[in-house]
């Protein structure tokens, strides 16, 4: 007796599965069903009638392509644990240039809206996932909708018999309904896991935009980089040198009718001289820390600890050196985190690990401050990310409210 209530349970569940696929599966085909209803019914409209039912079912298959298999994943995902991602390119980064112009990895435009819509209307219509969507909703009408159509025939059979008074067809489609209601929808896991996955074209499109997205990102820190330096120089150190060489200039005229005085202005000039000097180290060190070439990461990371405000203790196995770039990259990755526990986290501790292993080297970056920390388009940790991801890198970030934030930065790298 239980095995009997389970089997009806199971062939109810599998009767509702089976509807669901079939529905789903025949989304595209009730289009085209439909437009040849119209047609028919336009029959006498002319020669040229066949026009509008064509197009309105071309322009329906075209809306009804990527829903289908999102809703066809999403039932496999839940019924199968086949769990498919949908491999679709996603837009990049919009970038505003020095020009005044934005770049959206494809083309220049004159605002940031004219730019994402542009590149969202490139990307839709140039991802090689429309073609396999395409492929898989004619596949899908054999492979999963006739299947599934199994219970419902049965049904549709069983009910004709017994209205026609012939109860042994209508006996015989109870039995088919019953019997394969728990097995029809079951072509949906291997069909979507064989025609829905991304192709190694898509893999290779993904990488394109990727890069792609990364050089232009790239082209504009450079070019940031380089005004910052040029504005810090112009600020700093070179306004200094030009009241220097004014203040010497001056002594040396008073040296034979004010040695006083002149004396007084050659103790200012070697002040000046030694704050220019300082500037221009500080200036030195924000480029590329001196540390960092002559000891390496662990140990310029160290010395950055010492000037925090925070308590920061450093701890890691980097017995050899890296890549300068990948150096570089981490450094600076690591002072922005600190920078961000001390000016937006309210912390008080902050923990640094540095593991080097077969495969690259991990940082991670731990503090106790007040969390919430996310990842939104134009912020620094989207910046770091996108830094990292030149190098093949990722950054992980668990933030939850109330802390501690933790961040993860891992590198493939080689030691040198």
């Given amino acids: 007796m239980r095995g009997l ?9 599998g009767f509702w599965r089976s509807c669901a696929v079939f529905g789903v599966s025949m989304l595209v085909p009730a289009v085209w069903a439909a437009a040849v209803g119209i047609w028919f019914w336009w029959w006498g409209g002319g020669p040229w009638s066949w026009i509008a039912p064509l197009l309105w079912a071309a322009i329906g298959t075209l809306a009804l392509v990527r829903p289908v298999c999102r809703m066809t994943r999403h039932l496999a995902a839940r019924w199968t644990a086949t769990v498919l991602p949908g491999g679709y390119r996603e837009p990049g980064p919009v970038t505003q240039l020095s020009t005044g112009y934005w770049w959206n990895g494809y083309s220049y435009s004159r605002t940031s809206k004219e730019a994402k819509q542009d590149q969202a209307m490139r990307i839709r219509w140039r991802d090689p996932a429309n073609w396999r969507d395409l492929r898989f909703t004619g596949i ?9 159509a199994l219970p419902l025939a049965g049904i549709a059979c069983a009910v004709l018999g ?9 006996a015989i489609g109870m039995v088919v309904a019953i019997a394969g209601a728990p097995y029809a929808w079951r072509p949906l896991g291997p069909v979507t896991r064989r025609f829905l996955r991304a192709s190694p074209a898509m893999a290779m499109a993904d990488r394109v935009a990727e890069l792609t997205a990364q050089r232009a990102d790239t082209t504009v820190a450079q070019a940031a980089e380089i ?10 150190a070179q306004a200094r040198l030009v009241a220097l060489g004014m203040s010497l200039a001056t002594a040396e005229k008073l040296m034979e009718t004010d040695p006083e005085r002149a004396r007084a202005m050659l103790r200012d000039a070697r002040s000046g ?8 180290r500080e200036l030195i060190k924000g480029i590329n820390p001196p540390l960092l070439n002559e000891r390496g990461l662990l140990d310029a990371v160290r010395a950055f600890a010492l000037d925090s405000p925070l308590e920061v203790t450093v701890s ?4 050899s050196r890296l890549d300068p770039p990948i150096e570089s990259a981490l450094y600076f990755g690591i002072a922005e985190l600190v920078t961000n526990a001390v000016k937006h986290a309210a912390a008080s501790l902050v ?9 690259g080297v991990i940082a991670e970056v731990t503090d106790d401050g007040r969390g919430g920390a996310t990842m939104r388009e134009g912020g620094g940790l989207a910046g770091l990310r996108r830094r990292l991801a030149v190098f093949d890198g990722r950054c992980e970030i668990t933030s939850p409210e109330g802390g501690p934030t933790r ?10």
């Fill in 5 to 13: 209530v389970s089997w009806m349970a199971s062939a109810g569940v």
């Fill in 140 to 148: 899908a009408v054999f492979a999963i909708g006739v299947p599934a």
């Fill in 162 to 170: 017994f209205a026609a008074l012939s109860p042994g067809i209508g």
């Fill in 227 to 236: 005004r910052r330096i040029e504005r810090d120089l112009h600020d700093g």
């Fill in 273 to 280: 001289a030694a704050t220019s000097l300082s500037e221009l």
């Fill in 316 to 319: 890691g196995n980097l017995e």
């Fill in 351 to 359: 923990e640094i690990s540095l593991v080097r292993d077969d495969t």
């Fill in 407 to 416: 961040v993860r930065m891992v590198l493939p790298c080689a030691s040198s």
